[in-house]
């Protein structure tokens, strides 16, 4: 898949196994649509900021959602949340934050910095495909861009 | 007055517009090197028609004329600058929060009036600043509590809303109380009408407004609000630099041909805003005082000089006065000279025995007090007798005292006065008494002539003289004893104070190995931590994997897979979700262990209800009897004791499950310091035998075909009573039933 597609699910999750769990979750509920898997931190700012080398994505509308994992190489989840929160034009991205972790701070915090949801990844695959039917589709279908 | 403040007005203005102008070079250079880099831009077609919006009641910076167009002194300024800068302006006007967001989001391009906050630097950008503002605290006037910002706490603080005096409020956390309006009108005018304490807006702001409101029951207070401070500046959508370099470019020709002053001069010619700069406050103060200074010191000078030549004066007439004093005393001084008779008299009259003797020791007089005392009755008794002979005799003790050792006559033997006290005189009747005496020598022309003895009885004085010795010897003698008493219980505390030194060198030693100890333990608590954190996280992740790839097998490749294949994907799956509820249970029992303790009253018999609707499932109520007594409350940590009474109902249902009687039984027994719970089922039981094995991490008593579960609940029950103080138990027997208890100190 090109970059330089329109990307309607970034998939921000640097363990291969949980990013194709991830992926077949969403195909199971029919969402395979244009999805992009960014497997660190700075990757994923640079693809929403287009920089670096999503350089060429400049003037391309943002992804309709972001599913952030928090344990992330280089920029951790919570500092890539803050800076897209923090930022007027990329706050209105939901981001859902998606973690193994039930650790109470974590989830504080998430939903501290402007988190949309947050789904803990269960073991059991079949929680997961509920959990992202549950919220994925909220965010992805409900929630109507302002144009 | 007025005066006055046009003045102070101006010479502000001046100092402002020198600031503005030295800018002016410094802007002419910059706009060059913005074009250079905002070519690459793709927007750069140049606009000539702009929209702002202004809001409606600002006074005098934003408001609407009587035609309900936009006016006041920002609109007029964005006017000219954008005039000079070659725009065409479409204003309206519209409530501050509205056209703000209108801004943020694009529809308008400019907004003439916006004071610059960290906040709004963020949505906004800014020209260069044209006014600078300070807040005000306003007040009704009949209110007297609220003199400083820190009096603000408990009371109902008014802003409008999206203002920055409301950012400023909240920002510096100044009232819990803040109510927002819709216009700074709305908030006087509550004010006014007694809702509300105070008011925070823009000095001149509010009173403008209050001037138009016609509104006489409210003031600003005459205090300055460092942090509320203001820079009025135009704002333009963040990132519009095309926008933003043109208005400062016609900011700075208005400035530079002067109808910025004028415009600011029209507009805010007779506001005085009541702000004194501490230089100005200087320079008042030189103007009034030194001159003040001045004179009150040649006054001053004045009356120094009037009071010492006065003085002077007084000083000549005491001196004069002197002198005759002095001249009649040595008149006086002649006269009694010549009285012999009269020093007679003054002898006769002293208590003191007095008596003079020649060079031979002779009496040459006597006074009465001597004659008296020695018991002689007339002047021929002793006069020209020898005086040691008639009265001086014999020593104390009743001796011989030769004439040749008489110490009287010492006082012209040696020449000079000699005194005794320890001597006795002798009376006519041959009786004798202490005596104290001065013997001086009488000298005429230079020579020894003889001597005069003064002397007094000193019998009683002796007496008890000596009896102040006999006491203060004893007194000594206490003293002396009390000292070594003293000195000996010092000894002791000297010897308790070595101890105690001891004692605190050693507590010393001992504070300091605590400390490290408790480095230590902080250190392991923190790698337990992360080591908790890590297993939530890092654990789990392959857990994951071999679940659900194992279901991606089943789904996509089960036709290739007979029944017992499936049946091991299937053993493989449900043994990831067993670790992972190990996993799950193994943080649950190190989150009970380091989570703080909140200790509130709870009530126990709403909380054990409460948890056994949640756990206990439609079927489990409708086949249990649960029966639970009134139990008292007690003091513990809500969420921790929750998590007690969930183990043990679930325990409770989950071991009944195979048993005829499905019942459970919660009671207490509330001891005088304590409270005991008890929860009783008549499930699977367990053998007495294996009772201290019960709480134990991870271990079990039935396997886990009977009955599910890791051994793990139990061991957090434990732990969250001892984390309370408090002791846990149970008691069973196989097939009958288990009771379990615990029991939690009442404070």
Redesign the interface.
């Known amino acids: 898949m090109t970059t330089k597609q329109e990307i309607e699910i970034l998939i921000v999750e640097d363990n291969p196994n949980d990013a194709e769990m991830a992926i077949r979750a969403l195909k199971k509920n029919n969402l395979t649509n244009n999805v992009l898997v960014v497997e660190d931190g700075e990757q994923a700012l640079d693809f929403i900021f287009s920089r670096g080398k999503f350089t060429d994505r400049k003037g391309m509308t943002h992804p309709k959602i972001v599913l952030l994992d928090l344990k992330l190489p280089k920029i951790d989840g919570l500092e890539v949340l803050k800076v897209i929160k923090e930022n007027q034009e990329t706050k209105i991205i939901p981001v859902v934050v998606l973690t193994s972790s039930k650790e109470e701070r974590d989830i504080i915090e998430s939903y501290n910095l402007g988190a949309n949801s947050y789904i803990v990844k269960p073991v059991d695959f079949d929680k997961f495909v509920d959990a992202v039917k549950d919220l994925g589709l909220y965010w992805l279908l409900l929630n109507q861009f302002p144009n | 007055m007025d005066l006055n403040n046009s003045h102070e007005m101006q010479a502000r203005w001046t100092r402002f517009s020198m600031i503005l102008a030295s800018c002016i070079p410094l802007i002419c250079f910059l706009i060059p090197l913005n074009a250079q880099s905002s070519s690459g831009e793709p927007f750069t077609n140049r606009r000539d028609t702009i929209y702002i919006a202004a809001e409606p009641d600002y006074p005098p910076w934003s408001m609407v004329d009587e035609n309900g167009n936009p006016d006041g002194l920002s609109v007029e300024l964005f006017l000219a600058a954008a005039e000079a800068a070659g725009l065409t302006v479409d204003a309206k006007t519209g409530i501050w929060n509205i056209i703000m967001q209108d801004l ?1 989001e694009g529809r308008i391009d400019a907004l003439p009036l916006v004071g610059r906050t960290p906040d709004r630097e ?2 906004f950008d800014f020209s260069m600043p044209y006014s600078s503002l300070h807040g005000a605290i306003f007040v009704n006037k009949k209110s007297h509590g609220i003199q400083t910002l820190e009096d603000l706490h408990d009371k109902q603080v008014l802003v409008m809303r999206g203002d920055n005096a409301e950012e400023f409020v909240r920002r510096a956390d100044i009232s819990e109380k803040i109510i927002t309006t819709n216009t700074y009108e709305e908030a006087f005018n509550m004010l006014s009408r007694g809702e509300g304490d105070a008011v925070i807006s823009q000095r001149i702001t509010g009173i403008l407004l209050l001037r138009q409101l016609n509104i006489r029951n409210v003031k600003p207070l005459d205090m300055h609000l460092p942090e509320f401070k203001q820079d009025f500046c135009f704002a333009v959508k ?1 990132g519009d630099e095309e926008l933003l370099k043109r208005l400062n470019e016609g900011l700075s020709i208005i400035i530079a041909n002067n109808s910025f002053g004028e415009i600011r001069k029209r507009w805010l010619g007779n506001i005085s805003d009541r702000e004194i700069t501490p230089a100005e406050l200087l320079r008042w103060s030189l103007y009034i005082f030194i001159p003040l200074i001045i004179l009150t010191s040649l006054l001053w000078i004045i009356i120094l000089r009037r009071h010492v030549r006065k003085r002077t004066a007084r000083l000549k007439e005491e001196i004069s006065q002197h002198e005759k004093t002095v001249s009649e005393l040595h008149h006086k001084q002649g006269l009694l000279s010549e009285s012999e008779e009269q020093i007679r008299l003054l002898l006769n009259s002293t208590a003191e025995g007095i008596y003079g003797i020649d060079t031979d020791g002779n009496c040459t007089f006597i006074n009465k007090s001597a004659m008296d005392a020695l018991l002689i009755t007339g002047q021929e008794q002793a006069i020209g007798k020898n005086m040691h002979g008639l009265i001086h005799h014999s020593k104390s003790d009743g001796s011989h005292y030769d004439i040749e050792e008489c110490n009287i006559l010492n006082a012209f033997k040696l020449g000079k006065g000699v005194h005794s006290n320890n001597e006795k005189l002798w009376r006519m009747d041959g009786t004798g008494f202490d005596a104290e005496y001065f013997s001086h020598p009488i000298r005429i022309d230079n020579e020894v002539k003889g001597a005069v003895v003064t002397f007094w009885d000193i019998t009683v004085s002796k007496r008890e003289r000596e009896e102040l010795k006999k006491i203060r010897n004893k007194l000594e003698e206490e003293v002396e004893e009390r000292t070594s008493e003293l000195k000996e219980k010092v000894n002791i505390l000297n010897n308790n104070q070595k101890a105690m030194l001891y004692m605190v060198e050693d507590l010393n030693r001992i504070t300091a190995e605590l400390k490290t100890e408790r480095k230590k333990l902080q250190e392991s608590n923190r790698e337990l931590e992360a080591f908790t ?1 890590s297993v ?3 654990l ?2 392959p ?3 071999i ?3 194992s ?2 097998l089943l789904e996509d490749y089960s036709e290739l897979l007979d029944e017992e294949g499936k049946r091991y994907i299937n053993t493989i ?1 449900d043994n ?2 067993k670790m ?1 509820q190990l996993i ?1 249970d193994m ?1 649950n029992l190190s989150r009970v262990s380091k989570s703080e303790l909140k200790p509130i009253k709870t009530d126990i018999y709403s909380l054990a209800n409460e948890v056994y609707d949640e756990v206990a499932s439609g079927d489990q109520k409708d086949e249990f009897e649960f029966i639970i007594e009134k139990i008292p409350p007690v003091n513990c940590d809500h969420g921790l004791m929750k998590q007690v009474w969930q183990n043990l109902i679930e325990n409770a249902l989950k071991y009944s499950a195979k048993s005829e009687t499905h019942r459970i039984e919660i009671s207490a027994k509330e001891g005088k310091s304590d409270v005991t719970y008890f929860i009783r089922d008549y499930g699977a039981g367990f053998n007495p035998r294996y009772k201290h094995k019960l709480f134990g991490l991870f271990q079990r008593l039935h396997s886990g075909d009977d009955f599910e579960g890791n051994g793990v609940g139990l061991a957090i029950i434990q732990r969250i009573i001892q984390r309370h103080e408090g002791e846990v138990g149970a008691d069973g027997n196989p097939e009958k039933g288990a009771i379990f208890w615990f029991r939690l100190p009442k404070e």
């Open positions: 943020a963020a949505i963040k954190y939530s996280h890092d789990r992740a857990l994951r994997a679940n659900g790839f279901k991606f799956r990831a979700t992972d799950t943080l």
